[in-house]
């Protein structure tokens, strides 16, 4: 086993190609992107970036008949609280859509990490908890996120600056627990 490896090793490098990781990690494409919108609740127009979110994060489970669903149905602002299953208005509404989730709203880094590592990616707050976008990639030295707000790009940022961000806005992430779409098959670097 040990010889195979070092010939494929050395085949690689051979042919001055390296292998590396998906990037972004949760490469949505745009045409499953969903740009925020506005309702109008208690009197006043709101957007539903949270929900936007959410459906971005659904349609790249594979959860498309969900995702579409949601999109119909929940609209306006939410917000983490520290009662998320007693008092949170998104996990009665996860709850009562039978949508699996996790989340925090501690700021556990690592819950970030998990999100990306398993390529489900997650909704996170930023702007002192005014905004939810969706976490795309997480590594050493960058994060990246898509704006609900303008959805044709995806926004880098530098990890330790994202994560302050973050932890200063609620701390709070959530994801739908479904299975993410594959990665693609290898992705090629010439070195």
Same mark, same amino acid.
């Given at each position: 086993?040990?010889? /195979?490896?070092?010939?494929?090793?050395?085949?690689?490098?051979?042919?001055?190609?390296? /292998?590396?990781?998906?990037?972004?990690?949760?490469?949505?494409?745009?045409?499953?992107?969903?740009?925020?919108?506005?309702?109008?609740?208690?009197?006043?127009?709101?957007?539903?970036?949270?929900?936007?979110?959410?459906?971005?994060?659904?349609?790249?489970?594979?959860?498309?008949?969900?995702?579409?669903?949601?999109?119909?149905? +929940?609209?306006?602002?939410?917000?983490?609280?520290?009662?998320?299953?007693?008092?949170?208005?998104?996990?009665? !509404?996860?709850?009562?859509?039978?949508?699996?989730?996790?989340?925090?709203?501690?700021?556990?880094?690592?819950?970030?990490?998990?999100?990306?590592? *398993?390529?489900?990616?997650?909704?996170?707050?930023?702007?002192?908890?005014?905004?939810?976008? /969706?976490?795309? +990639?997480?590594?050493?030295? !960058?994060?990246?996120?898509?704006?609900?707000?303008?959805?044709? *790009?995806?926004?880098?940022?530098?990890? !330790?600056?994202?994560?302050?961000?973050?932890?200063?806005?609620?701390?709070?992430?959530? *994801?739908?627990?479904?299975?993410?779409?594959?990665? /693609?098959?290898?992705?090629?670097?010439?070195?």
């Amino acid at each position: 086993m040990k010889r /195979l490896v070092l010939v494929l090793a050395m085949w690689a490098a051979c042919l001055n190609v390296a /292998l590396s990781q998906e990037v972004p990690t949760v490469n949505l494409p745009i045409e499953l992107r969903q740009a925020n919108w506005s309702a109008w609740v208690s009197g006043r127009e709101e957007g539903s970036c949270v929900h936007a979110t959410i459906v971005m994060a659904l349609r790249w489970q594979q959860e498309y008949q969900k995702a579409d669903a949601w999109r119909q149905q +929940h609209s306006g602002g939410e917000y983490a609280d520290d009662t998320w299953n007693e008092g949170s208005n998104l996990a009665r !509404k996860f709850d009562a859509e039978g949508i699996r989730y996790a989340y925090t709203v501690e700021g556990d880094v690592k819950f970030l990490e998990w999100a990306v590592a *398993t390529r489900r990616g997650a909704g996170v707050t930023v702007m002192g908890g005014r905004h939810m976008v /969706l976490l795309v +990639h997480l590594d050493d030295e !960058k994060a990246g996120l898509i704006d609900n707000n303008d959805i044709k *790009t995806i926004i880098w940022v530098d990890r !330790k600056r994202f994560i302050a961000e973050w932890q200063n806005s609620n701390g709070w992430a959530v *994801t739908p627990i479904y299975t993410p779409t594959p990665p /693609l098959p290898f992705v090629r670097k010439e070195t």
